[in-house]
């Protein structure tokens, strides 16, 4: 079943923008993790606002070790579908947590955005890497090593 469901991914070929796309996603994620870095302390006292006072901490050096270096892997195009797996949960946590802060705060950007990267993450990991990344060079280098 799993690898029925693999071969569906790597059958679909996906047109150049989807390359454009994985980058501006991989670079946002990045962006999103140097900001969190910058303003730890804010941030993780956004996350034991809700509740998560025990873990804030642990939990907010987990979102910005994932978001810098699977961003920067994403940019790159290597683990393509593992690097938006990874980073599905986070911002699903963030598109809740972002409507729990927009019901009481004035910031109502980020939810939308949250929302928006989100849906892009989905679309990256079903249409996979694209055909600039390493990804797709290691699959032509295992394709000539078996032909």
Known sequence: MVNKFNHWLDSIHP??????LRIAVGLFIVYKGAIFTINFESFTENIASVGWIFIAAHLGQVIV????VCGIILILGAYTR?????????????????YKMMLTSDNYMELPMAVIILALLILVFITGSGKFSLDERQKRVDHLKTH
């Open 65 to 68: 070790f994932v978001h810098l």
């Open 82 to 98: 593992l690097m938006s797996f990874l980073n599905i949960p986070i911002l699903a946590g963030a598109v809740i947590f972002n």
């Open 15 to 20: 047109p150049i923008w989807v390359d454009f």
